[in-house]
């Protein structure tokens, strides 16, 4: 079992940056790959970015691509959404889950952990 707890949301103007963790209760982090998804209200959840187990590779939906940085930090068993350039479309619920494999995935059903979410509002 992987508890997962996110943190770093808020309230941001449009235009500015948050950076998101999320620490895994398990020092075997590093045998997970990553994953961050949004869900708005009233939507779908979407998947946002992730990262392997390693953190050599990287995938971002294309609508945060080249504003958010997923990265990872093994031995502080912690995985980092920086959030650049924030639009209010940006506002969601914002949830890290964990998949008991090397490589990453982007669908929600495809991993096995999840953590309760943060809550990030940009306002215009």
């Known amino acids: 079992q992987v508890q997962l707890v996110e943190s770093g949301g808020g309230l941001v103007q449009d235009g500015g940056s948050l950076r998101l963790s999320c620490a895994a209760s398990k020092r075997t982090m590093k045998l997970y790959a990553m994953g961050w998804f949004r869900q708005a209200p009233g939507k779908e959840g979407e998947f946002v970015a992730a990262?392997?187990?390693?953190?050599?590779?990287?995938h971002y939906a294309d609508s945060v691509k080249g504003r958010f940085t997923i990265s990872r930090d093994n031995a502080k068993n912690t995985v980092y959404l920086e959030m650049n350039n924030l639009t209010p479309e940006d506002t969601a619920n914002y949830y890290c889950?964990?998949?008991?494999?090397?490589?990453?995935?982007?669908?929600?059903?495809?991993?096995?952990?999840w953590g309760q979410g943060t809550q990030v509002t940009v306002s215009s």
């Open positions: 889950a964990a998949r008991f494999s090397q490589d990453y995935a982007l669908h929600e059903y495809e991993y096995n952990y």
């Open positions: 990262i392997s187990w390693s953190g050599s590779r990287t």
